[in-house]
Nanobody, 128 residues
Framework: QVQLVESGGGLVQAGGSLRLSCAAS????????MGWFRQAPGKEREFVAA????????YYADSVKGRFTISRDNAKNTVYLQMSSLKPEDTAVYYC?????????????????????WGQGTQVTVSS
């Protein structure tokens, strides 16, 4: 089982930026498709962004498109989420997730059920 550890969350003013990191254990990170989800209080966990094994394909929720960028460094076993132009509605716990069984890129927006491994989450709070 892969272990995922998120970091980089915090408190930021609206319009600011944060970069989240997710470090993965194991030697086969480069074979995992990776994603970021978030969950705000009282709401369901929602998809934010995802990236394929080599980083050649990325996927974004409409709500973050143009503001967030997902990337990965397979040499460091790490996936990143660069968040810019943050809004108060981006406030949530952000979770990193790994899809270890996928063999082809997603044909549509990834679903929560596609991912079998999850981190503990990191809190992002955007003040107005």
């Amino acid at each position: 089982q892969v272990q995922l550890v998120e970091s980089g969350g915090g408190l930021v003013q609206a319009g600011g930026s944060l970069r989240l990191s997710c470090a993965a254990s194991g030697r086969t990170f480069s074979s995992y498709a990776m994603g970021w989800f978030r969950q705000a209080p009282g709401k369901e966990r929602e998809f934010v962004a995802a990236i394929t094994w080599t980083g050649t394909r990325t996927y974004y929720a409409d709500s973050v498109k143009g503001r967030f960028t997902i990337s990965r460094d397979n040499a460091k076993n790490t996936v990143y989420l660069q968040m810019s132009s943050l809004k108060p509605e981006d406030t949530a716990v952000y979770y990193c997730a790994a899809d270890r069984t996928r063999t082809v890129p997603w044909s549509a927006i990834p679903k929560h059920s596609d991912f079998g491994s999850w981190g503990q989450g990191t809190q992002v709070t955007v003040s107005s």
